[in-house]
T-cell receptor, first 114, second 109 residues
Framework: DSGVTQTPKHLITATGQRVTLRCSPRSGDLSVYWYQQSLDQGLQFLIQYYNGEERAKGNILERFSAQQFPDLHSELNLSSLELGDSALYFC?????????????FGPGTRLTVL | GDSVTQMEGPVTLSEEAFLTINCTYTATGYPSLFWYVQYPGEGLQLLLKATKADDKGSNKGFEATYRKETTSFHLEKGSVQVSDSAVYFCALSDNDMRFGAGTRLTVKP
């Protein structure tokens, strides 16, 4: 158990809908990262927050957004969903702003868009 | 920018065979290097790491040595088990974390 929790575990929805994925980092970790893992594209970095502020952006679509709250949990919002958004979404946390320490991954949320 | 290239899979081995998964990196600074493992239906778990040149990371019989001269961090295990079947990701961390594409390993009894 990494100490990172993600809810829900599974989510099934329809095209055009909006969903919110939730992540709670390990106790004391200030950085939260979001990743998308699909069969054909591997692990894609989406976005990082550090202590409530956006720190780095990866291949995140404009339809997607995220935020980190004062209690350090984070939410990833996916809107106008398309079939191609079906994937595993992972959250990870680390104690520092950047570099050096490893990231600790949650169990993921499996999103299925029908 | 920094990047990681790892051996494409899938890799299929018999139990007790020797495993090597190649990983090379490109970085402008002095990154830390990692191997993560993802078992079926689970998130990524840190398998081992090395933070400077010539460091050897090891865990659960797996080893990898940080080779600055060849910019490599190849993963090895002398005798694989069925339970090692998983996807293995090489990664580096400098200012940002970069992951390789992943290598799927299947070990048959």
């Amino acid at each position: 158990d990494s100490g990172v929790t993600q809810t829900p575990k599974h989510l099934i929805t329809a095209t055009g809908q909006r969903v919110t994925l939730r992540c709670s980092p390990r106790s004391g970790d200030l950085s939260v990262y979001w990743y998308q893992q699909s069969l054909d594209q591997g692990l894609q970095f989406l976005i990082q927050y550090y202590n409530g502020e956006e720190r780095a952006k990866g291949n995140i679509l404009e339809r997607f957004s995220a935020q980190q709250f004062p209690d350090l949990h984070s939410e990833l919002n996916l809107s106008s969903l398309e079939l191609g958004d079906s994937a595993l979404y992972f959250c990870a946390s680390s104690p520092q702003w950047a570099g050096g320490p490893e990231q600790f991954f949650g169990p993921g949320t499996r999103l299925t868009v029908l | 920018g920094d990047s990681v290239t790892q051996m494409e899979g899938p890799v299929t081995l018999s139990e007790e065979a020797f495993l090597t998964i190649n990983c090379t990196y490109t970085a402008t600074g002095y990154p830390s290097l990692f191997w993560y493992v993802q078992y079926p239906g689970e998130g990524l778990q840190l398998l081992l790491k090395a933070t400077k040149a010539d460091d050897k990371g090891s865990n659960k019989g797996f080893e990898a040595t940080y080779r600055k001269e060849t910019t490599s961090f190849h993963l090895e295990k002398g005798s694989v088990q069925v339970s090692d079947s998983a996807v293995y990701f090489c990664a580096l961390s400098d200012n940002d974390m970069r992951f390789g594409a992943g290598t799927r390993l299947t070990v048959k009894p």
